[in-house]
Antibody, heavy 118, light 110 residues
Framework: EVQLVESGGGLVKPGGSLRLSCAAS????????MNWVRQAPGKGLEWVSS????????YYADSVKGRFTISRDNAKNSLYLQMNSLRAEDTAVYYC???????????WGQGTLVTVSS | QSVLTQPPSVSAAPGQKVTISCSGS????????VSWYLQLPGTAPKLLIY???KRPSGIPDRFSGSKSGTSATLAITGLQTGDEADYYC???????????FGGGTKLTVL
């Protein structure tokens, strides 16, 4: 059974940093691109970042470019999102999602809440 | 402002059919397959339709998808109260080099 479990969310002050983790199990992690997708309270889904299976290709939404860094450790079956210079508008539930065939987010984690507030 | 455009809400009676549209451009829907996601209140999104019209195992055939040009449509027949949820379309955008979603459509089964 595919499982994605996010952790690392919490309350942080504007300008602060946070590192999210996503632990994957039930599939060959090193064979799949992985993504972060976020959802602000009461709002829709917003794609944040994508990393290919071998970390060769990395993409970011313009809203986070230069502040967030996606990475992965295939030996540990883990995905990460380092978030720096956090802003109030980064407040959201952050989901880890497996990507299949470029356009299909076929499995999602339960999400971790990040709140940026003073 | 989402790259893909969906109606904010749709509604229909139990047993009826409803369609949800998703409009994009040649750099996203026109170039890639479209997926649809279902999000029940307080839960994570779940894949409903992929590659425009394929259903993952466990998704009933009441749910169907189609695509024409730069638009896609999700159809749900035999509506049930349990179908009340938010529905999102999604794909990749080659101009943005980014994943893109619609703003979401809230389905109400009256």
């Amino acid at each position: 059974e595919v499982q994605l479990v996010e952790s690392g969310g919490g309350l942080v002050k504007p300008g602060g940093s946070l590192r999210l983790s996503c632990a994957a199990s039930g599939f060959t992690f090193s064979s799949y691109s992985m993504n972060w997708v976020r959802q602000a309270p009461g709002k829709g889904l917003e794609w944040v970042s994508s990393i290919s299976s071998s970390s060769s290709y990395i993409y970011y939404a313009d809203s986070v470019k230069g502040r967030f860094t996606i990475s992965r450790d295939n030996a540990k079956n883990s995905l990460y999102l380092q978030m720096n210079s956090l802003r109030a508008e980064d407040t959201a539930v952050y989901y880890c999602a497996r990507l299949r065939s470029n356009t299909v987010f076929d499995f999602w984690g339960q999400g971790t809440l990040v709140t940026v507030s003073s | 402002q989402s790259v893909l455009t969906q109606p904010p809400s749709v509604s229909a009676a139990p047993g009826q059919k409803v369609t949800i549209s998703c409009s994009g451009s040649t750099s996203n829907i026109g170039a890639y397959y479209v997926s649809w996601y279902l999000q029940l209140p307080g839960t994570a999104p779940k894949l409903l339709i992929y590659d425009n019209n394929k259903r993952p195992s466990g998704i009933p055939d009441r749910f169907s998808g189609s695509k024409s040009g730069t638009s896609a449509t999700l159809a749900i027949t035999g509506l049930q109260t349990g179908d009340e949820a938010d529905y999102y379309c999604g794909t990749w955008d080659t101009s943005l080099s980014a994943g893109v979603f619609g703003g979401g459509t809230k389905l109400t089964v009256l």
